[in-house]
Every structure is written in C-alpha cells, then in structure tokens.
C-alpha cells in the first residue's frame, strides 16, 4: 500500500460480474434476480464512496436492475450493454450454507468482454478486481495509473485453469481476499495461517481468508486480525456475501483514505457488517433497503461481541 | 448460577476420564500416553485453581503420571486404584484435525466405576462434569451439596444412546460445552445461534459452542460473545482440546469467584488460551510445561487480535 496517514480517500472501482441469478436455498428460490460479484461489491461498497462499475450485461438485462444501481449512486460509464445475454449462474444451496453448488454458468455477453475504461475511470484510486477471468482483471489494472490501494478476489476456477495469471494478479495487489479452499488450493497447504503467510509472500500485504459464518480473518506485517461472524439465526441466500464483504471493506477504506493496521481492522468489521446483512435476503434485496444506521449499530454489535478485559 | 459478584472462588471438582491415548497424527504419533478428558481439565485449571479429580484408573496405570497429575498440585483423594486394567483410546487424525476418528475404545475398569466422594469433595463450589456415561455425571453431581456453579460437556455417542440422561444433566447445569456437530444433534436444527438458544431452554444460563480451530462462541442472557481461535502453524495433537478449554473456562471462574458475563468472557478467553497450548505437543506434554507468564502473554496476544476501533 503506498498511501500514508492522513490522506483523503477516493472513489472505487470494480470489475467483475454483473449477472442474473437463479437460487434456491432451504428457505426459499428466485429466478433470474440481480446478482454478480460487481453487483454485490459495488452495491455494498456505495454506502461508504462513490462506486464505479466495470462489467458487460446483455440486451436482456431488466432495466429495473440498471435503476437499483443508479438508486444507489453508483457511477454506471463502466457498464458496457453488448449484444447477446446477460451472464447467467444457477446453484443452489444445502443447509450446510458455507457450500455452494452451481448447476449452471452461462458466461454469454462476458465470453468477448474487453473493457476499454472511460478517462476518469484510470485515475480511481481504489480498484476492486472482483471474481473473474483474471486476464481481465489484468487489463483492467493496466488502465489504471498508479492505483493507491488494490484489492482481488478470485476462485477455484481460476486457480485450477489460469494459475499462472491468477499469480499475476496476486503479484500486483495490496489486499488479497480468499476463502479457506481457494487459500489451500493456491499454496497447497492444510494450515490456514501458513497458507495465509505464503500468499503474502506472492505479492499482498494483506491477506484476509473469509471463512463464512466463522468470520474472516486477517494477516498483515503489523499482524492477526480476527472479525468474528455476525450471529444470524435466519440466513435466506448466502450469495454474494463473499463479494458484499470484499465491497463494505474496500469501501470503507476508499472513505477514510488510510490503510495502516488500524483502518483495515474497521474495513474489516464494515465487510462483516454488509456481509451479514447480505444474505438476510435474496439477491440485493436486503442491500438495498440498508441504511446507514443499520450499518452503525451492527457494527458496534460486533465490536461488542468480542469485548473482554485484560487479565 | 446462584453467585452474586464479589464472592469468592475456591476449589474444582472434574468427574471424568483419565485415559491411556494412542494416537496418529500427520504430525507424529504416540503409544498409551496420558490422556482423558478429567487430565486435560484437571491439569488445565490447576493453572487458576485447587482442582480436584474424581476418575478411575487401573493396576497397569504407570506411576509416573500419577506424580506428573501431583506435579501440578492436583488433590488425587478421589482418583481411585481398581483392579483392571485402565480406560484406552486409541484413534487418528488426518490433515482435517477438527475430525478425529476413532479406531478403539476400551472403557475397562470405567465399566463399573460407581465413585462414592471423599467427605470434603461434597463441598466443591465448582464442579466439572467432563465427557463421560451422563449417569455417571448424575451420580456425581447428587453427592455435592449446593454447588455454586456446573458445567458439562457431553458427546454424540452419549445424545444418541442416553438422551434422556443427556437432558436431566443438562437441566442441572449452569453451563453447557458443545461442538458444532453435538449442538446441532442435541436439538436438529442446523443453524448453530438457533441450536445454542434451544439448549439454554433445556435448563443451562450459558451455553458455549466450541468450534475447533474457528474458535468458540457464547450464548447467555447476557448476549453474545466469540472467543476467536489462536492462529497456529504447528497444531501437533488437537486430542483433549475441548477438555483443557472447560479446565481453562472454570478454572478461571473458580478462581475469580465471579460468574457475571465479564467474568465468563475471561474465562472463555482463558480456555482459548490453554487449548492453544494443548494442540503444541502430544498427550498433556506442553501443558506440563507451561508456565503462567505464558499463559498471560497469549491471554492478551488473543485480546490484541479483536481489538477494533469505533466506527
């Protein structure tokens, strides 16, 4: 991370996947709702800065979807309307709501997406490269100049097909977010802090393992950060909470501009926040009748729940 | 818990076993060394407290644990000699150490353990009801009078085969120690908040889930509280893990003579701590060898690894 203290913060990009989700889950099912890593990330993300999102949807894309994000005050000159369908994903969940299991990925409109940023896009300051191929996550990051702060996400898939580009990215972030498989599958180890500790080694300062309802956690030179799960008793649809996370942390950072020890552990907890509050619902149902209130007081719930004296 | 703040503590009682382990780990393995659940818990709360354990052991019980039980200050009055020989666990671990799996168990002379307690033993304020048959749990907790504070642990062979001895135990504690997969049997629901709520109405203020590696969290009137696990690299033996947490847990709140949310929150950070030092080595090795200053010092590492500042 280049920044020092003190510094102002600054808008936020995304790339990823802006999609339509068909999701069943033991308390209920929708049919092609709004979803995608950019969605999620970028949606999460606007209540802390201003959003920018790189993505493609096809000519089928429900206007609705393009005014919740404009609802939201996110910056739509990166979303690119191209011909053909929208990305698709079907899946469905167990009651084990940590796994995922996908029926169906239909890449359509992003099988030829080649973003080209708009002027101002290559001047943002905080770049989230969400879940995608990361051959695009590289050409968007070649566009930009000089980003201060930059944050990946990736998956099985990528690691498994494209590990050598996969690398690439990781050489060139600051953040690397990962969940307990992918931190094993990417350095081929059962303990997670030595997985966390080799990633680093692969380029990021910072590498946060999300582990769903157990929290997150967090390894950086000045240290170990735990953020405990937020404790739900009703989980509607687990989906996208890993890119809503990823979205309140890199947002919150992109508002208070500092990204010592301290900011990152509230990074943390905001992801935490936004996360929790993601999947109390289907797609960004939940998301996006959030308000900052909300955010506050969940976030001092949290804090509350690690709270103890010293010794 | 009937205690009010100020009061003070005194001695622990731990019914349970004392066991010769054999296990394999990825990391190594041992043949007939030290184990059971009353070892691991005895000899973790003889850190905070006077402990005293009421278990069985047989003729082929080597000497040397017996004096390695007396090193730690342990009061053996009701460790009883039977003709027999003495309790075996033998079992493994793959690279998952959350999982054991068990290859043998011989109870031995724990078969027809009936234990009378020594006279002063009747007075132990806190009480320990370890892993064992719950009636011998029921038979224990009938002989000490108006005990200030119990805790049980329990396991899925005993909710499975003595459910209803399971839950006559659990209406007379004030805390209950439960994993993930013993809350979710204990009551079949699979969100983990909604089980431990579930369990507080079976009679317990308190209910903690252990969680492995993830941690543990606390359910009570009082709220909510996660104790997150200490990260290590080398985990050598996860055996007896939940165990030196209860000895840590109620030997702490034996000690302090407080049984306020507060105090439960050190307690269960003192447990955390003495599970993490358990896992370092094999059988009860690395607890022998601890030292309090150590413990202090991952007391407040653990502290350290929470702390976040206000939104």
Redesign the interface.
């Known amino acids: 991370m280049s920044a020092g203290s003190g510094q102002m913060g600054g808008p936020m990009l995304t790339v990823g996947s802006v999609a339509l989700d068909s999701v069943r889950t033991?308390f209920g099912e929708v049919e092609e709702e709004l979803g995608g890593a950019a969605s999620y990330a970028s949606v999460s993300a606007s209540f802390f800065t201003s959003a920018r999102m790189v993505a493609v949807i096809g000519e089928d894309f429900p206007g609705r979807h393009v005014s919740r994000f404009a609802s939201r005050g996110i910056d739509l000159a990166g979303l690119e309307r191209a011909p053909g369908k929208t990305f698709r994903w079907r899946g469905y969940y167990e009651?084990?709501l940590n796994q995922a299991h996908t029926l169906e990925t239909a890449l359509n409109v992003f099988e030829t997406f080649r973003p080209t940023l708009p002027e101002d896009y290559r001047h943002s300051p905080y770049v989230f490269l969400a879940n995608i191929d990361p051959a695009l996550q590289l050409s968007v990051l070649d566009q930009v100049r000089r980003p201060k702060l930059v944050a990946c996400d990736t998956m099985n898939y990528w690691i498994e097909h494209a590990h050598e580009a996969v690398l690439k990215v990781l050489a060139r972030c600051d953040i690397a977010l990962v969940n307990e498989a992918e931190a094993r599958e990417l350095v081929g180890r059962?303990?997670?802090?030595?997985c966390a500790?080799e990633i680093m080694n692969l380029g990021p300062g910072v590498v946060i393992v999300k582990?769903g309802?157990?929290?997150a956690?967090m390894l950086s030179q000045g240290?170990?950060?735990?953020?405990?799960?937020y404790?739900?008793?009703?989980?509607k649809d687990p989906t996208g909470a890993g890119d809503t996370f990823a979205g309140g942390l890199m947002g919150y950072l992109a508002r208070c501009g500092e990204t010592d020890d301290?900011a990152v552990?509230?990074a943390?907890?905001?992801g935490t926040v936004m996360a929790s509050f993601a999947v109390e619902d289907f797609s960004l149902d939940r998301l996006l009748r959030l308000t900052q209130e909300e955010i506050?007081d969940r976030?001092?719930e949290i804090?509350?729940?690690?709270?103890?004296?010293?010794?």
């Open positions: 033991p009651y084990d059962p303990n997670l802090l030595a500790r582990k309802e157990h929290g956690m240290g170990y950060f735990v953020a405990p799960g404790p739900l008793e009703e989980v301290a552990r509230k943390m907890v905001c506050a976030y001092h804090l509350a729940m690690t709270r103890v004296e010293a010794f």
